[in-house]
């Protein structure tokens, strides 16, 4: 572990708290910091018992559970373990028969401006069809299906449509190569793949059928019988007989019911493959009753949601935060959502403030770099600056997948929120399932930048290297003391890799977020300072630079070494940086661009565009200990374009500093 390094930084402090208005304390689900500390004093006195009173009041039980948290093997947490429950049926069957069955679930807005409403009834339908159809297709309890899925309402089907038969579902982000896909597909060892013909993204037709052909193509995914392809545009699209099927021909004659499948509430609902420090893709494997009562119930705790809402989370469901507050949260809870196919910028940088108008939005929770980037466009042109627009329906507006910076937190706070909107600035991780330290709107007093306490019954705390408490205002690494319903379960495959990523040793047991941060000394509320090991977050995706530097190396007629860092950017929040040595001679002018540019579409088509390098530097060898350790700190400072003030007595060729940093 090194020191927080990633952070990003911020000329304005901001100081100022804004307290929720007596108003919103008073309306709230959780009212006032008395009602917060009520729920923690409840988890403090009976752990236990705390997370069994929820766990009975949020979720419909098949078979009740009589053990709430087992600990007997550790860090292989159990929770409510000898319950039965289906999560499909908790998010749709459970409103059938009550006044919800007729609400709108979905509000589904295409790239195209074309809007698409669906109930719950008639999701529950279209979600049993499709059950339906991955049953006719051989597809059962405890098979892996994988989904490379537009933005749609058909995404969320499918996914449902796994949890209905208790298939386990591995979503995998469609700006991912045919590479990434491959590598998804056999370390899950996936039955089927649900995919589209294409996607639209922002007036473009982008294909995903072409890249999961390719994938497949690339060998190893023997276990795959079946493709089943939504027709999202008209173009036609390579059919492979026996193997592809249209959803036309797959839906075809399938009943709209189909009994969900009880399954034991540690069956696995699904796996999400995320970036780690070293090596590939971890598969996060999610469970099905702890992971799905945070879900429904930070839905209600952190979005103190009420049944008029109209909830907006623009995450791709390609992403944990998609699968949390789009696919499952917000039906459990029974609300209604808007779902975007497109970008925020088509056809202009106004469209996130012209949708929240149109659909009366309530709740909107985004990413920062998502603000950033229109705060620009909005400084540029008048017309897409959101006083454009009629946004007083909007009521709570939320923060995820990286820091925000109080200057975009301002922004938002004026100009979107009209200075009447708490802003929930929620930390959490695709492993921790769903929110852990965040405000609760009417409750938290708000100080930009942080996001302020723990939710009830989650024991988050900063320590140092040897899991000592740290006092607060003191930086240290982030931890999580006891187990929490919608924690990992494992990484799929490779249970000692769980074991050593996020429970090390020195740690007494504690859960290792790999984040540092800092408690305020007045408050003792959070704020994260960026992650301590080797994952950036790039425009809040989460990336190894150890897969970067893979990827690089894996191009062996050119490059030799490749070595990649983060640095702070005003939009994207972190930028990626490669030190790359080649082969040949280092090249420079014209000849470093064009190898530059290749290098980029190579990346691209190992991870996927979201992982191309911003800036590639050549040099004739990177800084090395003499041991042969890269340092990255120095490569950090010069990716920076700081001078160099650190230690350099230590480096084997400390001339190569000089020439990185002029390749500036
Ligand atoms: C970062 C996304 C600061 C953090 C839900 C974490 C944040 C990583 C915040 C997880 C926040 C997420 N403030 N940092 N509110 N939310 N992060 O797995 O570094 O894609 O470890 O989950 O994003 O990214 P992941």
């Excluded at 329906?393 to 109080?406: C, D, T, W």
């Excluded at 540092?516 to 190894?544: C, E, K, P, Q, W």
Aim: charged letters at 20%; proline letters at 6%.
């Amino acid at each position: 572990m090194s020191t927080p390094s990633n952070a990003i930084e911020s000329n304005l402090v901001e100081n100022r708290v804004f307290p929720p208005s007596d108003a919103v304390v008073k309306a709230a689900r959780v009212s006032g910091m008395a009602g917060y500390e009520a729920l923690c004093a409840e988890a403090d006195r009976d752990f236990e018992g705390f997370w069994a009173r929820l766990a009975r009041e949020h979720l419909q039980w098949n078979k009740p559970f009589t053990q709430t948290l087992d600990e007997s093997n550790a860090p292989f947490f159990r929770w409510f373990g000898d319950g039965e429950l289906n999560a499909s049926a908790n998010c749709l069957d459970r409103h059938i028969g009550t006044p919800t069955e007729n609400k709108t679930a979905i509000i589904f807005e295409a790239d195209d401006g074309a809007v698409t409403r669906i109930t719950y009834k008639e999701l529950l339908g279209r979600v049993s069809q499709f059950a339906n159809a991955l049953l006719s297709c051989g597809v059962g309890k405890g098979d892996r299906v994988l989904i490379y899925m537009p933005m749609t309402i058909e995404g969320v089907i499918a996914m449902q449509a796994c949890a209905r038969i208790g298939a386990t579902h591995s979503v995998v982000f469609g700006g991912f190569s045919a590479k990434a896909v491959q590598e998804r597909i056999i370390d899950a060892g996936a039955v089927a793949v649900v995919t589209a013909n294409y996607q639209l993204r922002g007036g473009k037709e982008l294909p995903l059928k072409a890249i999961i052909d390719e994938a497949l193509a690339m060998g190893g995914c023997d276990t795959i019988h079946n493709v089943l392809v939504y027709e999202r545009t008209k173009t036609a699209c390579n059919m492979v007989a026996g193997r592809d099927k249209t959803f036309t021909e797959v839906l075809a004659g399938q009943s709209t019911e189909c009994a969900p499948v009880a399954v034991g509430a540690e069956h696995p609902l699904f796996i999400l493959y995320t970036s780690g420090s070293t090596g590939k893709p971890k598969g996060v494997q999610h469970s099905t009753g702890g992971y799905l009562l945070w879900a429904k119930l930070t839905m209600e705790w952190t979005f103190d949601l009420r049944p008029e809402d109209i909830f907006w989370c623009t995450a791709d469901i390609g992403w944990i935060t998609g699968h949390t507050y789009v696919a499952y949260g917000p039906l459990a809870a029974g609300a209604t959502q808007i779902i975007f196919e497109g970008v925020p910028t088509f056809p202009n940088a106004g469209r996130f403030w012209q949708m929240i108008e149109r659909h009366k939005c309530s709740i909107f929770y985004t990413a920062p770099t998502a603000i950033r980037s229109l705060i620009k466009a909005a400084e540029g042109d008048e017309a897409v600056h959101p006083a454009r627009s009629d946004l007083s329906s909007l009521r709570i507006l939320g923060s995820v997948g990286e820091p925000i910076n109080p200057e975009a937190w301002m922004w938002y706070y004026k100009n979107v929120g009209g200075e009447r909107c708490p802003i929930v600035d929620t930390f959490w991780q695709t492993e921790t399932g769903g929110h852990v330290i965040t405000p609760l709107p009417g409750a938290t007093p708000l100080v930009p930048g942080s996001c302020t306490l723990p939710l009830p019954g989650i024991t988050t705390a900063i320590v140092d290297e040897s899991g000592q408490d740290m006092p607060n205002g003191a930086g240290g690494i982030l931890v999580i003391k006891r187990p929490w319903p919608s924690m990992i379960r494992t990484i799929w495959n490779d249970p000692e890799r769980f074991k050593k990523s996020y429970f090390p040793d020195e740690l007494k047991g504690y859960y290792l977020a790999g984040d540092g941060a800092v408690r305020s000394a007045d408050r003792g509320y959070f704020r994260i300072t960026g992650r301590i090991d080797d994952v950036l977050n790039v425009s809040g995706h989460r990336m190894g630079t150890m897969e970067i530097e893979s990827a690089l190396v894996a191009k062996t007629d050119l490059v030799a070494e490749a070595a990649v860092v983060g640095r702070p950017d005003d939009v994207t929040g972190e930028a990626i940086c490669a030190f790359v040595v080649l082969k040949r001679a280092r090249p420079t002018g014209d000849e470093a661009k064009a190898i530059a540019t290749e290098l980029r579409n190579w990346v691209a088509k190992e991870i996927g565009p979201i992982a191309k390098p911003k800036d590639i530097r050549f040099g004739d060898n990177l800084p090395k200990t003499r041991s042969g350790k890269i340092m990255r700190r120095l490569l950090r400072s010069i990716a920076k374009g700081e001078q160099i003030t650190q230690d350099t007595s230590t480096l084997e060729n400390p001339a190569i500093l000089d020439q990185l940093a002029q390749t500036n």
